[in-house]
């Protein structure tokens, strides 16, 4: 009877993207600290990072991809990789889409097989059709003696597909399944996964291990949170989440016993702050092109969350936040933004700009009279803070930070060029009433996040007495009608919520608002995505439209 147990070694780490150099390094050096591994997993396209987009057509990216290969392959041993990047094979005869997504099957300074990815998944932040071809090959793989079926990503998501992946490698013998991934975060995604990959093994009666890539890349998150389940469809292992991890652990492949399931809980908020940081923390660093970041302050719950996540992901000395009071700023707010600032130890600048809003209004009163104040003006304040921000940033080579949330950014209830301005957004895929729960979790201890930031009516305070829900529903209801619309589309079935006692003019009222703000949303800054649905890469909606919602 052969051996049982396959030493594993799963390399849940963290790339970037193009520089193939330190990726390469990073191969080489977990291959080398455990050479006494039967096989060293990396996740999903690692090799280059995941998505490359249109860079896979750089003829600099294409050489180095292959030279790197080669590097990694003369410096093999016994122990065998399964390697994640792109191929490309020239008999393919779509010239469009001439690459494959692969993992190599590298041992003893060879190549010995490369499985290439059969599910091409074009939704959602996705766009592999784009680039890759896929090839409808099923073969198991051998390595230490195993049969092991290699599925990149999608592969094992197959329940909208016709073919069965993981079936098939099944039916040609596989005995273990191993799955790598770059597969982004929204909340409860590992959830998600964990349900398809336990059933899946459960039904087929294998092993499968799923290593996930981490790391953060434009607006998206990878958590990792790799597990290995059994036979049985039981979690034996899972590694940590939200950062790199190197795990050697022992794959009991034949005659598993029945053995307790290893199910972490956790929190979705504290998983949301793990990924708004870690998407934040690496945008910083891996650009490398800032000294600090710069928000600006208001004394409200968007501003206090987006500075809390900064000092987190960055270090309270990284970051500066701005308050830039006007004749409609409240003492209220000014006291809670100092209080902020103090908890969290971070820079705190007051910058009043009364006096340049009083210029701006003898400028306009001089050239076309006097006008009444309304929206206008409103705006304006936002437009020289923005002005006063962008400022700062340039002067001192911070990384400007966009405080806008879900909810406000979905009927537009923003200024461009105003408080949309920055080069990123931390809040924006939360809804307001998510923000609310989140910083009252980060205040379960103690108070960092001043108790009456939560508890004040919401208010931008660009005029007198003014208050959120002069201008919007309250955002229990209106985060309620906007998650139906970004879930579902316009024409959703509202009657649930009708049911909740919302009546249909308010809800018409977010749909128009909804719909007359795209062009809006087209021009925000890159936020982090922490929701199936969220404003960005994998949202695609013209702007210029014209839709009745009226007969719904």
């Given at each position: 009877?052969?051996?049982?147990?396959?030493?594993?070694?799963?390399?849940?780490?963290?790339?970037?993207?193009?520089?193939?150099?330190?990726?390469?390094n990073?191969?080489?050096?977990?291959?080398?600290?455990?050479?006494?591994?039967?096989?060293?997993?990396?996740?999903?396209?690692?090799?280059?990072?995941?998505?490359?987009?249109?860079?896979?057509?750089?003829?600099?990216?294409?050489?180095?991809?292959?030279?790197?290969?080669?590097?990694?392959?003369?410096?093999?041993?016994?122990?065998?990789?399964?390697?994640?990047t792109?191929?490309?094979?020239?008999?393919?005869?779509?010239?469009?889409?001439?690459?494959?997504?692969?993992?190599?099957?590298?041992?003893?300074?060879?190549?010995?097989?490369?499985?290439?990815?059969?599910?091409?998944?074009?939704?959602?932040?996705?766009?592999?059709?784009?680039?890759?071809?896929?090839?409808?090959?099923?073969?198991?793989?051998?390595?230490?003696?195993?049969?092991?079926?290699?599925?990149?990503?999608?592969?094992?998501?197959?329940?909208?597909?016709?073919?069965?992946?993981?079936?098939?490698?099944?039916?040609?013998?596989?005995?273990?399944?191993?799955?790598?991934?770059?597969?982004?975060?929204?909340?409860?995604?590992?959830?998600?996964?964990?349900?398809?990959?336990?059933?899946?093994?459960?039904?087929l009666?294998?092993?499968?291990v799923?290593?996930?890539?981490?790391?953060?890349?434009?607006?998206?998150?990878?958590?990792?949170?790799?597990f290995?389940?059994n036979?049985?469809?039981?979690?034996?292992?899972?590694?940590?989440?939200?950062g790199?991890?190197?795990?050697?652990?022992?794959?009991?492949?034949?005659?598993?016993?029945?053995?307790?399931?290893?199910?972490?809980?956790?929190?979705?908020?504290?998983?949301?702050?793990?990924?708004?940081?870690?998407?934040?923390?690496?945008?910083y660093?891996?650009?490398?092109?800032?000294?600090?970041?710069?928000?600006?302050?208001?004394?409200?719950?968007?501003?206090?969350?987006?500075?809390?996540?900064?000092a987190?992901?960055?270090?309270?000395k990284?970051?500066?936040?701005?308050?830039?009071p006007?004749?409609f700023?409240?003492?209220?707010?000014?006291?809670?933004?100092?209080?902020?600032?103090?908890?969290?130890?971070?820079?705190y600048?007051?910058?009043?700009i009364?006096?340049?809003?009083?210029?701006?209004?003898?400028?306009?009163?001089?050239?076309?009279?006097?006008?009444?104040?309304?929206?206008?003006d409103?705006n304006?304040?936002?437009?020289?803070r923005?002005?006063?921000l962008m400022?700062?940033?340039?002067?001192?080579?911070?990384?400007?930070i966009?405080?806008?949330?879900?909810?406000?950014?979905?009927?537009?209830?923003?200024?461009?060029?105003?408080?949309?301005?920055?080069?990123?957004?931390?809040?924006?895929?939360?809804?307001?009433?998510?923000?609310?729960?989140?910083?009252?979790?980060?205040?379960?201890?103690?108070?960092?996040?001043?108790?009456?930031?939560?508890?004040?009516?919401?208010?931008?305070?660009?005029r007198?007495?003014?208050?959120?829900?002069?201008?919007?529903?309250?955002?229990?209801?209106?985060?309620?009608?906007?998650?139906?619309?970004?879930?579902?589309?316009?024409?959703?079935?509202?009657?649930?919520?009708?049911?909740?006692?919302?009546?249909?003019?308010?809800?018409?009222?977010?749909?128009?608002?909804?719909?007359?703000s795209?062009?809006?949303?087209?021009?925000?800054?890159?936020?982090?995505?922490v929701?199936?649905?969220?404003?960005?890469?994998?949202?695609?909606?013209?702007?210029?439209?014209?839709?009745?919602?009226?007969?719904?």
């Amino acid at each position: 009877m052969k051996n049982s147990t396959l030493k594993l070694c799963l390399a849940q780490l963290n790339p970037v993207v193009g520089d193939i150099e330190y990726n390469a390094n990073k191969i080489i050096d977990v291959v080398k600290k455990n050479q006494n591994a039967d096989l060293v997993i990396f996740p999903e396209m690692f090799l280059v990072g995941y998505p490359l987009m249109d860079h896979i057509h750089d003829p600099l990216i294409k050489r180095k991809n292959q030279e790197y290969i080669e590097k990694i392959r003369e410096f093999s041993s016994e122990t065998a990789i399964i390697l994640g990047t792109f191929t490309e094979s020239p008999k393919i005869e779509d010239k469009l889409h001439p690459f494959y997504n692969s993992a190599l099957i590298i041992q003893d300074k060879e190549i010995k097989a490369v499985v290439n990815k059969r599910l091409l998944p074009d939704y959602d932040v996705f766009n592999e059709r784009r680039y890759f071809t896929f090839e409808n090959k099923f073969d198991p793989v051998k390595i230490k003696g195993f049969n092991i079926g290699i599925l990149i990503c999608e592969d094992i998501w197959d329940d909208n597909y016709e073919i069965k992946v993981a079936q098939k490698l099944k039916e040609n013998g596989a005995e273990i399944l191993i799955v790598i991934n770059a597969s982004p975060y929204h909340i409860h995604k590992f959830e998600l996964r964990k349900r398809i990959i336990c059933r899946k093994a459960k039904e087929l009666s294998l092993p499968i291990v799923y290593l996930n890539m981490v790391g953060g890349l434009d607006e998206i998150v990878y958590d990792g949170q790799s597990f290995v389940v059994n036979e049985f469809g039981q979690i034996t292992f899972k590694s940590k989440s939200f950062g790199e991890s190197v795990d050697v652990l022992d794959l009991i492949v034949l005659n598993q016993k029945l053995s307790g399931n290893l199910d972490e809980k956790s929190d979705w908020k504290e998983d949301v702050l793990k990924a708004l940081k870690l998407n934040l923390h690496d945008y910083y660093y891996k650009s490398n092109i800032f000294k600090g970041v710069v928000l600006g302050l208001s004394g409200g719950v968007d501003s206090a969350f987006t500075a809390y996540v900064c000092a987190k992901a960055l270090g309270p000395k990284k970051v500066t936040a701005i308050m830039m009071p006007t004749r409609f700023t409240s003492q209220e707010s000014n006291n809670d933004a100092e209080k902020l600032c103090k908890n969290l130890k971070i820079n705190y600048i007051v910058h009043p700009i009364d006096d340049l809003f009083e210029k701006y209004e003898k400028s306009i009163e001089k050239h076309i009279g006097h006008v009444p104040f309304d929206i206008a003006d409103e705006n304006l304040q936002s437009r020289i803070r923005a002005t006063i921000l962008m400022y700062y940033s340039n002067k001192f080579d911070w990384l400007l930070i966009s405080t806008g949330n879900k909810s406000e950014l979905g009927v537009g209830y923003c200024t461009l060029y105003g408080d949309t301005n920055g080069g990123k957004n931390v809040p924006g895929d939360l809804l307001k009433v998510q923000i609310y729960d989140i910083c009252k979790y980060i205040n379960k201890e103690k108070e960092i996040i001043p108790d009456n930031i939560i508890k004040k009516a919401p208010t931008a305070e660009l005029r007198e007495n003014q208050k959120d829900i002069d201008s919007l529903p309250p955002y229990e209801i209106l985060d309620r009608i906007l998650e139906a619309i970004t879930t579902n589309g316009i024409g959703s079935d509202f009657e649930h919520l009708i049911k909740q006692g919302i009546d249909i003019k308010t809800i018409k009222k977010v749909e128009k608002l909804y719909l007359t703000s795209e062009y809006k949303r087209r021009q925000l800054v890159q936020t982090i995505k922490v929701s199936e649905s969220a404003f960005g890469i994998g949202r695609r909606y013209p702007v210029l439209k014209r839709i009745n919602t009226e007969d719904n």
